[in-house]
């Protein structure tokens, strides 16, 4: 575990080690989040999108679930 000290601008450093693992650079931005007293430093994505890509993979298919209920909704009007 590496200890980083608050300057009096409130800048914190990340490691050398750690940016170079994660591949920081200059200029890469993000988000500083408080859970209850656990402070996170969450690098924000360059591309969302890409990023989100495959989250779900491996799941039921949400759209399979969501026609067959619409079948099942529509037969019961009938």
């Known amino acids: 575990m590496t200890t980083s000290i608050l300057s009096e601008k409130g800048w914190v450093v ?3 080690e750690i940016r170079e693992r994660y591949g920081f650079k200059k200029g890469d931005k993000f988000n500083v ?3 209850g ?3 996170s430093i969450i690098p ?3 591309d ?3 990023a989100a890509r495959g ?3 491996g799941g ?7 026609l067959e209920s619409r079948r099942e909704d529509a037969a019961r009007d009938k």
């Open 60 to 66: 039921p298919s949400l759209t399979k679930a969501l």
């Open 33 to 35: 989040i408080d859970y």
């Open 14 to 16: 990340i490691p050398q």
């Open 55 to 57: 989250m779900l993979k």
């Open 37 to 39: 007293g656990v402070i």
């Open 48 to 50: 969302p999108i890409k």
């Open 44 to 46: 924000v994505s360059k």
